[in-house]
């Protein structure tokens, strides 16, 4: 089966189209590489192409691919500057996301895995967070990802394309041997920006430390890469099989504080990494975790790696490579 993956050049898709050629399918990835990177799928079919701006060859593309599935990754996914810029993230992340849906209607594609976000919860009510819980976005980052949602249960009303939304937290973390991992322009990611502190000698500032936490700083679920990309190529099985649209959270199912990873990364790579608290970002939420029961039921899906190898993977791939795929 053929596979199209768009924004599989980016961090998480460079793991997903590896964890799709294990299971044995063919991958297309799209990317107008504005973040993604050449080098993290080298040996896999990469087509530059944006969503937003080249409809006509998207849809040329499917017709000449005649693809099977579509994991959607493509997106503009920092909260901070979606406070600062919405607008941009409401064209770019609603837009492709439209294109590509209308193009996979009218060349009959009908099974599609969606990256969304725990970001469509919002403040949540009650932890764990559990799939049904109330949404309400804090930034415009997660308002578009649940607008997305609420695209395509429209779409399965209208024509049956079938989806399935993967919420996930934060992830994080290497391939095992330091090959792929972390490189995002502009990086706001606590691990990777913390590990670089820490290796270059640097203050690593933490936004707030006056949160109703235990120490005061933000609780946050971690998944390892690896971990999510595995979610992924599950929910795309259970599509073929026939399995109806539905969402899920996928996480470590408990929270570390930002003061519990700093100390983590000290356990892990022996490296003091030196904080400072600034003022909080707006948008940020105290605490959010996942209730990953619903994932592990229904879709067989389980966590491989717990927070010491997250870290100990993206330490792996900072340390060997500390300008990233320039290095």
């Not at 590990?195 to 235990?214: E, L, Q, R, V």
């Not at 979610?231 to 109806?244: C, D, F, I, P, V």
């Amino acid at each position: 089966m053929k596979i199209l993956v768009t924004g599989g050049a980016g961090y998480i898709g460079s793991f997903i189209v590896r964890e799709l050629k294990k299971e044995g399918y063919n991958t297309v990835i799209v990317d107008n590489l504005s973040s993604g990177h050449k080098q993290a799928v080298t040996g896999f079919k990469l087509i530059k192409l944006d969503l937003v701006n080249d409809k006509e060859k998207l849809n040329d593309l499917f017709k000449k691919e005649k693809f099977d599935g579509v994991i959607h990754m493509a997106s503009y996914i920092q909260m901070g500057e979606s406070f600062e810029k919405p607008l941009k993230y409401f064209h770019n992340n609603l837009v492709s996301s439209i294109n590509l849906f209308d193009v996979m209607r009218e060349n009959g594609v009908n099974n599609l895995v969606f990256s969304s976000s725990a970001g469509v919860y919002g403040n949540p009510k009650r932890l764990p967070i559990k799939e049904d819980d109330n949404k309400n976005p804090e930034n415009p980052y997660g308002e578009t990802k649940l607008m997305i949602e609420r695209v395509l249960y429209w779409c399965d009303k209208a024509w049956g394309l079938k989806s399935i939304s993967i919420r996930y937290f934060n992830a994080a973390g290497g391939a095992l041997d330091g090959s792929i991992g972390e490189d995002h322009p502009n990086e706001s990611h606590l691990i990777p920006l913390a590990i670089t502190a820490a290796i270059k000698g640097k203050m690593f500032k933490i936004f707030g430390n006056d949160y109703d936490t235990p120490d005061g700083t933000c609780i946050r679920d971690y998944i390892h890469v690896i971990d999510l990309a595995k979610s992924h190529t599950l929910a795309l099985k259970n599509l073929m099989k026939g399995r109806e649209s539905n969402y899920y959270n996928a996480g470590l199912g408990k929270g570390y504080s930002n003061l519990e990873i700093i100390r983590m990364i000290k356990k892990v790579t022996g490296l003091n990494c030196k904080v400072s608290f600034i003022k909080r970002r707006p948008g940020d939420t105290a605490v959010l975790y996942a209730s990953n029961q619903k994932i592990k039921i229904e879709l067989g899906w389980k966590s491989k790696y717990a927070l010491e190898e997250i870290i100990e993977s993206a330490y792996l791939w900072h340390k060997n490579n500390p300008k990233g795929y320039k290095s």
